[in-house]
């Protein structure tokens, strides 16, 4: 835990004075008060973030790592075990949503193997740091073992760290894992102590059978390791996926270097509770890009006090929304930092008293 907790120590709150600045900025510039509602908020938010009064998002990164869950065996997904090498193939081609919005916007792509299942050495374009085939079956045995749990915390650190180092300036997270929904609404329920049944949706769509059949597991695995909060890495090892860990990592790693960070959907808000139970201060880094179907996350998002931008009907993951949100975020700077001022464009100011009405 030597280098994680090293990252958490690195932490800073976000910095008042750029967030004073940024507002007393919004407050000048050539528009009521207030009229760009939550574009208004996010770019003070940036500003508290990266420490300065004019933020923009020009460089942003996709973070997208993939892994096998032994829960998939129980029948938990739609689709088998094997589609979590094949779109890691389909990611690194180009093919899949994530990577053509990616091209779309903007953004990098690094994409992280963190425990395939399936031969990926002849795929170029990605970075392999598996901490095994898979994890284990969460249903009868933990999923990982600690020193697994804490490897992938460091991955996800490391990654950012690099990331960081290469200019990027905004972190978007994504996943693939065929199962991992069955993990994170397991997560879920761990850390927001709600019912199993009450956070699980049917993930890539299964049948009223096996959803009534992953809730049952889920119960089963909550009942039997009974997680301790309080123990946020144990949680994570009963409970986790491999790709789950290496987000909080980059939850962790990001906040350290005061990069903003786009959750996507269910599966990275779940990587947020690990990361916020382990370092509270690295919530106030995060961004809820949207609200997905899937029950857990609204869940999740208010435990974590995150309101989304979007509400699209989208359970995809891979980033989709994140990524769709990004041009949003983007905006936001590019508004608070190229609009003119009343007093640079010689444009006359509301009169005092009816500042702030329609």
């Known amino acids: 835990m030597e280098r994680i907790n090293a990252a958490i120590e690195r932490i800073l709150p976000l910095s008042d004075a750029s967030q004073i600045a940024a507002s007393a900025r919004q407050q000048q510039l050539t528009k009521p008060p207030g009229s760009l509602g939550r574009l208004e908020e996010i770019a003070t938010?940036?500003?508290?973030?990266?420490?300065?009064?004019?933020p923009r998002v020009q460089r942003p990164s996709l973070?997208?790592?993939?892994?096998?869950?032994?829960?998939?065996?129980r029948g938990v997904s739609a689709y088998p075990a094997e589609v979590t090498g094949q779109m890691v193939r389909n990611f690194a081609a180009g093919g899949a949503a994530a990577t053509v919005l990616a091209r779309g916007y903007g953004a990098s792509v690094t994409i992280v193997d963190a425990g395939v299942a399936t031969t990926l050495d002849d795929v170029d374009g990605i970075i392999r740091r598996p901490a095994g085939p898979g994890t284990r079956d969460l249903s009868v045995t933990a999923a990982m073992d600690r020193r697994q749990a804490e490897a992938c915390l460091e991955t996800g650190i490391d990654l950012v760290t690099e990331i960081a180092a290469n200019g990027h300036d905004l972190i978007a997270l994504g996943e693939m894992g065929i199962g991992n929904s069955t993990s994170a609404a397991a997560l879920t329920a761990a850390?927001?102590?709600l019912r199993p049944g009450s956070v699980t949706g049917r993930g890539t769509g299964v049948s009223d059978e096996r959803f009534l059949h992953k809730v049952a597991l889920i119960e089963r695995a909550v009942a039997f390791h009974r997680p301790d909060p309080i123990d946020p890495v144990g949680v994570l090892a009963a409970l986790g996926g491999f790709e789950i860990a290496v987000l909080a990592g980059a939850i962790i790693?990001?906040?350290?270097?005061?990069?903003?960070?786009?959750?996507?959907?269910?599966?990275?808000?779940?990587?947020a509770l690990v990361a916020v139970a382990l370092a509270p201060?690295?919530?106030a880094y995060l961004l809820a890009a949207h609200r997905s179907t899937e029950i857990g996350h609204a869940a999740a998002l208010d435990h974590l006090g995150l309101a989304p931008l979007l509400d699209l009907d989208l359970r995809l993951g891979e980033g989709s929304g994140a990524l769709l949100a990004l041009p949003i975020v983007a905006a936001a700077a590019a508004l608070l930092d190229e609009m003119a001022t009343f007093a640079e464009a010689g444009v006359s100011g509301a009169d005092d008293e009816l500042v702030g009405s329609d």
């Open 63 to 73: 973070l997208l790592a993939a892994a096998d869950h032994g829960i998939a065996g």
């Open 191 to 193: 850390f927001t102590g």
């Open 45 to 54: 938010w940036l500003a508290g973030v990266r420490a300065v009064a004019r």
């Open 253 to 271: 790693g990001g906040a350290a270097r005061r990069l903003p960070i786009l959750l996507d959907g269910f599966i990275t808000s779940a990587a």
């Open 281 to 283: 201060e690295s919530g």
